[in-house]
């Protein structure tokens, strides 16, 4: 079974700060998302990383991909409060059917 | 593009009902999945179809739980009876194929009281 474990699962952090969220995965994957979740929303991709090494970047978030150690990360620069927002990250394989199987998610919250 | 659709967005009905959801995913999307999204919690998958077909209903409680997908387009997903446990936002998605992108819809809170 493909499992995927976030932490933190709550953050609380200041506007202008950095920080960094980690996303573990069990087996081989074939790719990783990044969802956004807003409180009542539904949820929003922001990033797909398909291959070691990949880096993707929109905005203050970045996301990065290592396959070999199963790790992904999703770090924030600078953070402001329109951040502030329930980040999933998600993984599928081929023995999944390539459907996603999810983290628990992360609650950021950015304060002044 | 229009998006994937659901309804009803809300729904609130006693333990021991029957309830349904309806999906319409963006046309053209021969994947279709139904999520469960419990408070707190991240999307757990219940049901993958492709086209009317189905790939993976492992987590699927099969003994109240139920979901259809005629002619390859609409689905529904059924509960009956419904339990407190299973209040939660059900999410539908849809894909172009099974390694495309999924593109979900905004979900139906269900509550069981």
């Known amino acids: 079974e493909l499992k995927v474990e976030q932490n933190p699962l709550f953050l609380s952090m200041q506007e202008g700060k950095n920080y960094t969220i980690y996303c573990n995965y069990s087996?081989?994957?074939?790719?990783l998302y990044w969802y956004r979740q807003d409180p009542g929303k539904s949820l929003e991709s922001l990033f797909v990383?398909?291959?070691?090494?990949a880096v993707k970047q929109e905005g203050r978030l970045m996301a990065s991909l290592d396959t070999k150690a199963r790790l992904s990360t999703l770090h924030i620069t600078a953070a402001v409060h329109d951040l502030s927002a329930t980040y999933f990250c998600?993984?599928?394989?081929?023995?999944?059917?390539?459907?996603?199987?999810f983290g628990k998610g992360t609650s950021l919250l950015v304060t002044p | 593009e229009a998006g994937v659709a659901q309804s009803p967005r809300y729904k609130i009905i006693e333990k021991r009902q029957s309830v349904a959801f309806w999906c319409n995913p963006i046309?053209?999307?021969?994947?279709l999945y139904w999520y469960q999204q419990i408070l707190g919690q991240g999307p757990k998958l219940l049901i993958q179809?492709?086209?009317?077909?189905?790939?993976?209903d492992s987590q699927l409680p099969k003994d109240r739980f139920s979901a259809e997908r005629l002619k390859g387009v609409d689905s529904t997903l059924k509960i009956q009876p419904a339990k407190l446990e299973d209040s939660a936002v059900y999410l539908c998605?849809?894909?172009?194929?099974?390694?495309?992108?999924?593109?979900f819809g905004n979900g139906t809170r269900l509550t069981v009281t």
């Open positions: 990383l398909l291959s070691n090494g």
């Open positions: 087996t081989t994957s074939d790719r």
């Open positions: 046309s053209g999307h021969a994947t």
């Open positions: 998605a849809s894909s172009l194929d099974l390694t495309s992108p999924l593109h």
């Open positions: 998600a993984v599928d394989n081929s023995n999944s059917g390539y459907a996603l199987n």
């Open positions: 179809f492709q086209n009317n077909g189905v790939v993976d």
